[in-house]
């Protein structure tokens, strides 16, 4: 297990949805990262929270086909809702720039989320077959590319990272990001 996957599942307990967010019109890296920043603000908003106490993790990559560029989410930190299912389908309704997909978030599926997001996988990385099989089969296979791949890590998901990590201590922090090389 590689850093950012263990710094990834020490949020376990955090996660709720898994996001992946396409574009129909690529214009800039900075518009789309706009754009990822004021969804998840809308959504965040809509709960009556602010973004800023989201802990969110963005994995940026170049998709295979014509390298275009998309981005993969691990998010939480929204209230607990009744139906999340349903929750899912009005945040994918509320993003206009592209295709989006968002299921609930499968502690089962911890490990592989975490190798996935890392970018830690493909012929970088074995993973079992149990997270290997199933939705994210072709997703999986893509890693270990670069080119935009980089990992962008929320104030909210650093400072729990940190938390956890030094016994509950508050540190500050600021927002982290790692090209993955």
């Known amino acids: ?29 900075w518009k789309r990262r706009h754009q990822v920043k004021n969804w ?6 809509r709960h009556g929270i602010c973004e800023s106490r989201l802990p969110y993790i963005i994995r940026w990559e170049l998709g295979e086909i014509g390298d275009r560029p998309h981005c ?5 930190g929204l209230p607990l809702t009744k139906d999340y299912v349903q929750e899912c389908y009005r945040a994918e309704h509320f993003w206009k720039a592209g295709i989006s997909d968002i299921r ?16 830690m996988t493909g012929k970088k990385r074995k993973l079992s077959q149990q997270w290997a099989s199933g939705a994210n089969a072709y ?30 201590e508050s540190r500050s922090a600021t927002a982290a990001s790692l090209t993955v090389a």
């Open 40 to 45: 998840l603000r809308n959504w965040a908003a």
């Open 72 to 76: 993969h989410l691990l998010v939480g």
């Open 139 to 168: 997703e999986i296979k893509k890693f270990g590319r670069v080119g935009e791949d980089s990992i962008y890590v929320s104030r909210q998901a650093w400072e729990l990272m940190l938390q956890l990590t030094s016994g509950g």
């Open 104 to 119: 609930l978030f499968n502690p089962a599926r911890a490990i592989g989320n975490a190798a996935y997001l890392s970018g």
């Open 1 to 29: 297990m590689t850093s950012w996957e263990w710094q990834i599942m020490l949020l376990v307990n955090h996660w709720q949805f898994f996001v992946s967010l396409t574009w129909a019109s690529v214009g800039t890296k």
